[in-house]
T-cell receptor, first 115, second 111 residues
Framework: EAQVTQNPRYLITVTGKKLTVTCSQNMNHEYMSWYRQDPGLGLRQIYYSMNVEVTDKGDVPEGYKVSRKEKRNFPLILESPSPNQTSLYFC??????????????FGNGTRLTVT | LAKTTQPISMDSYEGQEVNITCSHNNIATNDYITWYQQFPSQGPRFIIQGYKTKVTNEVASLFIPADRKSSTLSLPRVSLSDTAVYYCLVGGGTGFQKLVFGTGTRLLVSP
């Protein structure tokens, strides 16, 4: 089944403890991206990647890192999480960015709580 | 980046047609208009995409006027299961680099 898989689904951590949220897609998509969703603010892009070893900042990159060493994986790294990073995170991928009928495919989300 | 504006919420009843309008005044020539549906605790799901005029698929229609500064998602004969948040996304024409989602429209369908 074609899908974007995020892990974990739920994560509770403490301020300053490094964490990684994994994202993997099995559709051979070139484009991958991370979003955070907060009440009243909709979906905001954190980072995106156009291909292996090609990443760039979205609208809210502060406090986050990403890497794209393989086409299928795009982990989100929080080196020193803070409470304002408590949010619902989504990973998404697309086959041919910019092409018609090549929409974003989203994972089911990771709910992160930083205390 | 094209910014989108949608109503925050809408209410409807089962069997009615629902039209959700999105404004995107600074849409670029190459941008597409894409609508997504999101249920609680799930990722958004693609509904429909268009560039101009009218597009129809098995679940919705998308109406885009000639100036492309707005678009309307039409859901025919909604059911309770259509209760969700609907997002209008404009972009992608030159790649999916920075995609700006709006705050979405929360649709509540009642019996």
């Amino acid at each position: 089944e074609a899908q974007v898989t995020q892990n974990p689904r739920y994560l509770i951590t403490v301020t300053g403890k490094k964490l990684t949220v994994t994202c993997s897609q099995n559709m051979n998509h070139e484009y991958m991206s991370w979003y955070r969703q907060d009440p009243g603010l909709g979906l905001r892009q954190i980072y995106y990647s156009m291909n292996v070893e090609v990443t760039d900042k979205g609208d809210v990159p502060e406090g986050y890192k990403v890497s794209r060493k393989e086409k299928r994986n795009f982990p989100l790294i929080l080196e020193s999480p803070s409470p304002n990073q408590t949010s619902l995170y989504f990973c998404a991928s697309s086959l041919l960015p910019g092409q018609y009928n090549s929409p974003l495919h989203f994972g089911n989300g990771t709910r992160l709580t930083v205390t | 980046l094209a910014k989108t504006t949608q109503p925050i919420s809408m209410d409807s009843y089962e069997g009615q047609e629902v039209n959700i309008t999105c404004s995107h005044n600074n849409i670029a020539t190459n941008d597409y208009i894409t609508w997504y549906q999101q249920f609680p605790s799930q990722g958004p799901r693609f509904i429909i995409q268009g560039y101009k005029t009218k597009v129809t698929n098995e679940v919705a229609s998308l109406f885009i006027p000639a100036d492309r500064k707005s678009s309307t998602l039409s859901l025919p004969r909604v059911s309770l299961s259509d209760t969700a948040v609907y997002y209008c996304l404009v972009g992608g024409g030159t790649g999916f680099q920075k995609l700006v989602f709006g705050t979405g429209t929360r649709l509540l369908v009642s019996p």
